[in-house]
């Protein structure tokens, strides 16, 4: 679990005071990684820079990728004498994730690629920090990060991921824009719904999935305030990303990650392109989507499976059976009986 956490609209100035106990030197840097949709903000004036300390802008356009987490990494030792004091991630999912991988590869040896999995990593990364800027992936407080990898796309699964400090500012997730804050959100709903009916569940898991799942009821049925909407939403991304810290996610993700690795197509619509197709899964939660699209006027695109050939098709359904926890808490150990690749390609040609 994430041991340190501080929650509010405006908590961002607060940053300074938590990092500075933990430089080490002044020749031992602050890395701040951040989204370069920031660039020229408020936010960038109010990190609190000193000595050496770098700000590297990262778009994410695209998803992270292991030879840019290890591009990175060898950056970073080849600028400075001494490792950093730490790394902090500032943005969404992309950010985060890519945060928590540099941290734990400037101490462990070799290509990212290696610790794709699960439990690989042998020792402790440098001192990270979170801070989410758009609410649902759970990437602030879960002990993966996802990388799209020569081979796979796959995370680097440890006790040694989660991040050592969050920072829950609200506010810093104001510029969304109502698609990708729809996407993104469904990222959260989904978790709760993979979470709450997979056969992993336990009442650890349960206790964080139907809170999140009330707090998207209110965030994407209900008729908050903005404010109000954004702390939800900032609350339900945590506790639906404790609830599968502690069970898995299933369908959904699996078939996602398939289109992600072939495609290239963003976690958050990918899996919304999934999930409205698997009403035999998960009725009641694909119900409750249709709902939630329809209110916030979303239209997903249609028809992006449609020039794919063979090779193709066995490429996503290869990459989607791989992930073989998602499909047991999904359907139980017998889920080969029911997942086939013709199965598969069903849905995926729908998409
Ligand atoms: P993202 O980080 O890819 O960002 C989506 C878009 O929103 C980008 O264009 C970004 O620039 C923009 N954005 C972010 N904050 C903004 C702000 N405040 N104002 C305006 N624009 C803003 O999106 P995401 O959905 O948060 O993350 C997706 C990634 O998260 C994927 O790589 C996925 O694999 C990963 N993920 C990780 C975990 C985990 O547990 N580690 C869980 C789920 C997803
Ligand atoms: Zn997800």
């Not at 879960?142 to 989660?162: A, H, Q, W």
């Not at 999935?209 to 305030?225: H, I, M, N, W, Y």
């Not at 939660?285 to 699209?293: S, T, Y």
């Not at 990459?319 to 849905?347: F, H």
Request: overall charge negative; aromatic content about 10%.
């Amino acid at each position: 679990m994430v041991p340190k956490v501080i929650f509010g609209n405006g908590c961002l100035s607060q940053l300074g005071e938590i990092l500075l106990p933990k430089r080490k030197n002044s020749e031992a840097p602050f890395i701040f990684l951040v989204d370069d949709v920031f660039e020229g903000s408020d936010l960038v004036e109010q990190l609190p820079l000193l000595f050496n300390d770098q700000l590297v802008f990262i778009s994410a356009d695209e998803e992270p990728k292991t030879d840019q987490v290890d591009a990175l990494v060898s950056r970073i030792k080849g600028e400075y004498t001494e490792m950093p004091s730490g790394i902090i991630g500032i943005g969404g999912g992309t950010l985060l994730d890519l945060a928590k991988a540099v941290a734990l590869m400037l101490t462990n040896t070799g290509s990212s690629s290696l610790y794709q999995g699960w439990d690989l990593v042998k020792r402790s990364g440098v001192y990270h920090v979170g801070i989410p800027t758009i609410s649902g992936t759970g990437a602030e407080v879960s002990r993966t990060t996802v990388l799209m990898g020569p081979e796979k796309k796959l995370g680097i699964n440890s006790d040694f991921t989660p991040f050592d400090q969050v920072l829950l500012d609200p506010n810093l997730a104001k510029g969304v824009d109502r698609d990708q804050w729809f996407y993104t959100g469904m990222d959260c709903f989904i978790h709760c719904i993979e979470s709450l009916n997979g056969t992993y569940l336990n009442a650890f898991s349960q206790s964080y999935g139907e809170k999140a799942l009330d707090l998207c009821r209110e965030v994407f049925l209900g008729s908050l305030a903005p404010s109000e909407s954004r702390e939800k939403l900032m609350m339900a991304s945590w506790h639906g990303g404790m609830s599968i810290a502690y069970s898995q996610v299933g369908v959904a993700h699996a078939m996602s990650y398939g289109l992600s690795f072939l495609l290239g197509v963003r976690h958050g619509i990918g899996n919304c392109m999934v999930f409205q197709h698997l009403g035999e899964f998960y009725p009641e939660g694909v119900a409750l989507f249709q709902k939630m699209k329809k209110k916030h006027g979303i239209v997903l695109p249609t028809g992006i499976c449609s020039d794919l050939g063979n090779d193709d098709f066995d490429t996503m359904i290869s990459v989607a059976m791989g992930l073989e926890p998602l499909w047991e808490n999904a359907l139980g150990k017998d889920w080969k009986k029911t997942i086939t690749p013709q199965k598969l390609r069903g849905i995926y040609e729908k998409i």
